[in-house]
């Protein structure tokens, strides 16, 4: 009898061998609880050597609304949506809350080499988490995001609710972006370095900034194209939730949830196949 042989025999599994999907997926739930509190506390520790600590979660939003309002209030002119300051608070909030998830994704194993290399555990925790941590740090950004919105204008009503199923479906496509980044960057550490240039092009194409409708009147063929980008959809379906005077085709939010599903169901899958490739160091 072989050795491979006997360990069949004896139900003996190869050390670091790949689990089924579903077993895998057991598995990461079961340490849902370690994804959480490695969440929590690298948001304590990014924080904690800054005088103004917690609160740079929330000025650093604050400052790029205001900066990026200012110099694009002025070059749109007449061409501003309705409402402007509160349309580009909503868009650079939820932005960075996608692109903050993507970036840190991506770095999810590569930066956590020590401890994937010493402990057994489902390395789609650690992806998870980076999620997970964006999604602590939104918390009170969305609370400072309503409180802007008041000042500025903006009266509350029913609709604000909608961010709740709009945040879920949200954090689902930035979990599959995050576990689709997380591979690529194990295979090509340089991915890194585009992902500046990657996250910049998005902001500008996203609509985070400008009315799609006034700015590419000129071409209704690329605003018809908007209708399928899931950043710009899910920053309309905000702005309509919470602005007076905003409105998004209620089809959004089927292409946005099939976006999220199709997405987060690759991005597991994608993640999941190069399991025993995570903590090599060849």
């Known amino acids: 009898m072989t050795a491979a042989e006997y360990a069949e025999q004896h139900n003996l599994h190869r050390v670091g061998a790949r689990p089924s999907l579903v077993s895998y997926l057991k598995q990461a739930w079961a340490r849902r609880d370690f994804a959480y509190e490695l969440a929590r506390s690298r948001i304590q520790a990014s924080n904690q050597q800054n005088r103004l600590g917690m609160l740079w979660v929330v000025l650093r939003p604050t400052l790029n609304a205001l900066m990026y309002g200012a110099i694009f209030g002025i070059l749109q002119g007449g061409n501003k949506p309705a409402d402007f300051p509160v349309y ?99 295979h090509v550490r340089d991915f890194t370095q585009f992902l500046p240039l990657i996250t910049r092009m998005l902001f500008y194409t996203s609509g985070v900034l400008f009315g799609v409708d006034k700015i590419l009147k000129a071409s209704p063929v690329l605003v018809h194209l908007f209708d399928f980008h899931p950043i710009y959809q899910a920053l309309q379906i905000a702005r309509g939730s919470i602005m007076d005077n905003a409105h998004y085709p209620a089809f959004y939010w089927i292409v946005l949830s099939v976006w999220a599903v199709v997405v987060f169901v690759g991005g597991v899958i994608y993640f999941w196949t190069a399991e025993e490739r995570y903590g090599r160091t060849n």
């Open 88 to 186: 580009v608070v909503i868009g650079v909030f939820l932005f960075e809350f996608f692109s903050d998830s993507m970036t840190q994704g991506a770095k999810s194993i590569t930066g956590n080499a020590s401890l994937v290399q010493s402990l057994a555990f489902p390395r789609i925790t650690l992806p998870f988490s980076a999620v997970m941590q964006q999604f602590l740090t939104l918390i009170p950004m969305l609370g400072v995001m309503f409180v802007y919105c008041l000042i500025l204008g903006t009266t509350p009503k029913w609709s604000w609710f909608m961010l709740v199923p709009l945040l879920i479906v949200l954090t689902l496509f930035n979990t599959g972006v995050a576990l689709i980044c997380a591979r690529i960057t194990v």
